[in-house]
């Protein structure tokens, strides 16, 4: 069964970065778009970011534009996302999910995907 596995998350003080990382055991990555959520303490799990499977297609949500920047090798079969300029208000536990394709949809609605990994972590806090 493909289950995502993420990584990368931390303690980092406001302004500071951090890059997560997807990968999966056993399955490859590279046919399937793939997505960034986040689930802050008491609320739903948000779109933050997708990249298509040969990365021509980009989309980010409006609150991390400029500060976060997601890529992905094939050959690695991993994803990143790369935070910078680090706000509380991105404290929240980040998950990324294969996607049907990389949309605004993915990112004002979310996914229906629920084979959901153990997520990483991000505390943004001084």
């Known amino acids: 069964q493909f289950k995502p596995v993420e990584s990368g998350g931390n303690l980092v003080q406001p302004g500071g970065s951090l890059r997560l990382s997807c990968t999966t055991s056993?399955?490859?990555?590279?046919?399937?778009?793939i997505g960034w959520f986040r689930q802050a303490p008491g609320k739903g799990r948000n779109g933050v970011s997708c990249?298509?499977?040969?990365?021509?297609?980009?989309h980010y949500a409006d609150s991390v534009k400029g500060r976060f920047t997601i890529s992905r090798d094939n050959a690695k079969n991993t994803v990143w996302l790369q935070m910078n300029s680090l706000k509380p208000e991105d404290t929240a536990v980040y998950y990324c999910?294969?996607?049907?394709?990389?949309?605004?949809?993915?990112?004002?609605?979310?996914?229906?995907?629920?084979?959901w990994g153990q997520g990483t972590q991000v505390t943004v806090s001084s």
């Open positions: 999910a294969p996607v049907g394709g990389c949309t605004t949809e993915i990112i004002t609605r979310g996914t229906s995907y629920d084979h």
């Open positions: 056993g399955f490859s990555l590279d046919p399937y778009a």
């Open positions: 990249i298509s499977s040969s990365s021509g297609i980009i």
